[in-house]
């Protein structure tokens, strides 16, 4: 009788084998499509958040009041609930525990604290002296909404003076539904004279759909990748064909939400009904449709 039972568990493990095999997998390859960030047994996390509080976590970001204006953007930037906030269940659109949300509001007439005027306010947040590391990998899932005339970013900033502790721009979108673009910023090579790139989505997967947006930064190149695929990389000797490598300081994560200003008017040379936006978007902020939703921010560095 014990050998039948033991005969008969063998039986069911080897039918049973497969299909544990395949539901694994299944889960693996889910968890992989849903964008859960990718730590190799290489690597060893440094900085993480998925945004699963009630509100923003301040011991590893800081939150941006206005007081630079650059680019002639049509934003000033406010601590806010209304433009920065954590969203949770359906109001995060699929994010996994949460997602941080930064949305921009009409505010005809707001008056900053040196005294400009704006139309529009927003939310920006950085990790400057709270999260600083130099070198690694730099990932973040983060959908957006289309409309010509926003702006939002994710990016790292060197500490000291611009451009010449450096910028990497890893994501940065001007409301074109298609394409997101990458670029680098150093002394000399800074501006309308950074070094940049384009990525077009396929047209089912576009970029009001979640991506994983990041960059491999090491002492001789940045590899920018969206998704897992490369789309740009940038060496050591090609930034000093043109200046002083600017990458091998400490830096810190900022997420943004920029409306107009100059490189969206570059790239539809709108005027009205404000500089480089569009009427339509106009009417998508003021009804609260433009928003950039991040599920997480994750860092990681390879082990010594």
């Given at each position: 009788?014990?050998?039948?039972?033991?005969?008969?568990?063998?039986?069911?493990?080897?039918?049973?084998?497969?299909?544990?095999?395949?539901?694994?997998?299944?889960?693996?390859?889910?968890?992989?499509?849903?964008?859960?960030?990718?730590?190799?047994?290489?690597?060893?996390?440094?900085?993480?958040?998925?945004?699963?509080?009630?509100?923003?976590?301040?011991?590893?970001?800081?939150?941006?009041?206005?007081?630079?204006?650059?680019?002639?953007?049509?934003?000033?930037?406010?601590?806010?609930?209304?433009?920065?906030?954590?969203?949770?269940?359906?109001?995060?659109?699929?994010?996994?525990?949460?997602?941080?949300?930064?949305?921009?509001?009409?505010?005809?007439?707001?008056?900053?604290?040196?005294?400009?005027?704006?139309?529009?306010?927003?939310?920006?947040?950085?990790?400057?002296?709270?999260?600083?590391?130099?070198?690694?990998?730099?990932?973040?899932?983060?959908?957006?909404?289309?409309?010509?005339?926003?702006?939002?970013?994710?990016?790292?900033?060197?500490?000291?003076?611009?451009?010449?502790?450096?910028?990497?721009?890893?994501?940065?979108?001007?409301?074109?539904?298609?394409?997101?673009?990458?670029?680098?910023?150093?002394?000399?090579?800074?501006?309308?004279?950074?070094?940049?790139?384009?990525?077009?989505?396929?047209?089912?997967?576009?970029?009001?759909?979640?991506?994983?947006?990041?960059?491999?930064?090491?002492?001789?190149?940045?590899?920018?990748?969206?998704?897992?695929?490369?789309?740009?990389?940038?060496?050591?000797?090609?930034?000093?064909?043109?200046?002083?490598?600017?990458?091998?300081?400490?830096?810190?994560?900022?997420?943004?939400?920029?409306?107009?200003?100059?490189?969206?008017?570059?790239?539809?040379?709108?005027?009205?009904?404000?500089?480089?936006?569009?009427?339509?978007?106009?009417?998508?902020?003021?009804?609260?449709?433009?928003?950039?939703?991040?599920?997480?921010?994750?860092i990681t560095q390879k082990k010594h």
């Open positions: 009788m014990y050998f039948k039972a033991i005969c008969m568990y063998q039986l069911l493990s080897y039918r049973l084998y497969p299909l544990l095999f395949l539901l694994m997998m299944c889960v693996v390859s889910c968890t992989s499509m849903r964008g859960l960030p990718n730590i190799g047994s290489e690597d060893q996390l440094v900085f993480f958040d998925d945004f699963s509080g009630t509100k923003l976590d301040t011991a590893k970001w800081n939150v941006e009041v206005t007081g630079m204006h650059v680019n002639n953007e049509l934003q000033a930037y406010i601590d806010s609930s209304a433009t920065i906030y954590l969203a949770q269940g359906n109001t995060a659109q699929g994010a996994h525990n949460g997602a941080l949300v930064l949305q921009p509001h009409f505010a005809p007439n707001y008056l900053t604290k040196d005294g400009q005027q704006f139309h529009f306010v927003s939310g920006r947040i950085n990790t400057n002296n709270k999260v600083m590391f130099c070198y690694g990998t730099a990932s973040a899932r983060i959908k957006l909404t289309k409309g010509a005339g926003l702006w939002p970013a994710w990016w790292i900033l060197g500490a000291g003076n611009w451009p010449e502790t450096g910028e990497i721009d890893i994501m940065e979108s001007v409301g074109e539904n298609d394409w997101a673009s990458a670029a680098i910023h150093g002394p000399s090579y800074s501006g309308d004279a950074g070094l940049s790139n384009k990525y077009f989505f396929n047209k089912e997967n576009e970029i009001d759909q979640w991506h994983i947006y990041s960059v491999d930064w090491t002492p001789d190149a940045l590899v920018f990748k969206y998704d897992g695929k490369p789309m740009f990389r940038i060496t050591k000797p090609m930034t000093q064909f043109f200046g002083k490598w600017a990458f091998d300081n400490q830096k810190y994560l900022i997420l943004n939400f920029a409306v107009g200003g100059i490189y969206p008017y570059k790239t539809n040379g709108l005027k009205l009904p404000y500089y480089g936006l569009a009427d339509s978007t106009l009417q998508a902020i003021k009804a609260g449709k433009s928003k950039m939703l991040v599920d997480w921010v994750c």
